[in-house]
Structures are given as C-alpha cells and as structure tokens.
C-alpha cells in the first residue's frame, strides 16, 4: 500500500534552517508529481510547494519563494524540502504528498505530517 | 491569494443531506473546473474525496457529490453518518502564479 513518512520536522529558532524528507514506497515514486502541503491551527491547510516526477518542474507558494527548495531522488524514492530564513509563520504541520496523476493540485495520499515549530 | 470561503460549520442529522459551499473569485473557482475537496478527521491527514469538481477517486462513497455554479464550489453529504463528521476543505487551482488556493475548512458535525 501507498505509504508516504515524513522527518525531520521539529524546533527551530527565527533565521533558522531546517530540511524535511519524506520516505515514500508502495507504489512507484518516479512516475508521480509530488508535493508539500502545511497546516496551521489558525490558517488552516496551505499549498507550500510542488515538484514534477523529473524535478523539471517547480512550483512555490508566494508565501515560501525564494526561502524553500523542494527536491527528490527518484532512486532513493523520496522527497525533500529545505526551508532557510525561517519565520514564526512558517510554524505548521507539514505533509508530504503524492499528486494525482500528473495534476498539480489533486492530492490523492498524505503522510502523516511532520511539526515544524519556529520560535526563539 | 486569498483563502476560499467556507462557512465554518454545517449540522445534519444522521441520513439526512447536508451541502459546504466554496466561494472563491472568477481567478480560481469560477475560471477552472479544477476543486477538489478533503475530509479530516481529527488528528490524521485528509483524504481525498472529489477531484475535478464532481469526480470521486475510486473507494469513496457515492454519498458524496460535488458541483460548482459561477464562483462557487459545493460538496453534498447524503445519507449523513456519524464517520462523516470531520473538517473538509476545498481546494481550487488560481492560475499559473498563484497555483493554488485552499478553502478556510468547514467543520461537520453529526447531531
């Protein structure tokens, strides 16, 4: 079955950097678009970032540009996210998830998300 | 880009139908039949439950249905069960700049 793991979330000052991996198996990682979606008890859920199977293609939420940077590795079959210059906005639940097909913005499976907290 | 407005709370009886709207602008909503919507139960990650407006991924319950008019997106719950109260929030493609946007969540409850 599709599983998708996130790590590395956790505590971190303003300024701060942090990487975010996420271990997918159960189906076949190459073949699918993938994403980063966040989550924050006051702004609910919030599109972050996605990347096509051949990380040809990038996109970013206005919110992260130029402060995240999503990658894969196709043969170590998983994702990653480096977020640098972090702010006490960017505190949020984190999730990993695998795109539907080649669409952009239909998520067809989450991980179970990753806590990232920003604060001095 | 703004949030997609979602009233933030929706009540129903068990079996009967209840319907969330989206509201967005003629820059997501109303300019693409690309919503989705996800149900959240507390504590774990959302599921997909209509895709491409009125589409359901195959395992979801043909008790839920999607539509859009103009700028504004619905999902139907029919035959209301008690394992249907959790969060659900739209999502709708905004264009190539903005990608995309997702709604502010409605929180069903079974009464």
């Known amino acids: 079955q599709v599983q998708l793991v996130e790590s590395g979330g956790g505590l971190v000052k303003p300024g701060g950097s942090l990487r975010l991996s996420c271990a997918a198996s159960?189906?076949?990682?190459?073949?699918?678009?993938m994403s980063w979606i966040r989550q924050t008890p006051g702004k609910g859920l919030e599109w972050v970032s996605y990347?096509?199977?051949?990380?040809?293609?990038?996109y970013y939420a206005d919110s992260v540009k130029g402060r995240f940077t999503i990658s894969r590795d196709n043969a170590k079959n998983s994702l990653y996210l480096q977020m640098n210059s972090l702010r006490a906005e960017d505190t949020a639940v984190y999730y990993c998830?695998?795109?539907?097909?080649?669409?952009?913005?239909?998520?067809?499976?989450w991980g179970q998300g990753t806590l990232v907290t920003v604060s001095s | 880009q703004s949030a997609l407005t979602q009233p933030a709370s929706v009540s129903g009886s068990p079996g009967q139908s209840i319907t969330i709207s989206c509201t967005g602008t003629?820059?997501?909503?109303?300019?693409?039949?690309?919503v989705s919507w996800y149900q959240q139960h507390p504590g774990t990650a959302p599921k997909l439950m209509i895709y491409?407006?009125?589409k359901r991924p195959s395992g979801v319950s043909d008790r839920f249905s999607g539509s859009k008019s103009g700028n504004t997106a619905s999902l139907t719950i029919s035959g209301l069960q008690a394992d249907d109260e959790a969060d659900y929030y739209c999502c709708s493609y905004a264009g190539i700049s903005a990608l995309g946007v997702f709604g502010t969540g409605t929180k069903v409850t079974v009464l």
């Open positions: 998830a695998r795109n539907y097909a080649s669409s952009m913005l239909i998520f067809d499976y």
């Open positions: 003629s820059s997501d909503v109303g300019s693409y039949n690309l």
């Open positions: 990347i096509s199977s051949g990380s040809s293609t990038v």
């Open positions: 159960g189906f076949t990682f190459s073949y699918h678009y």
């Open positions: 491409d407006v009125s």
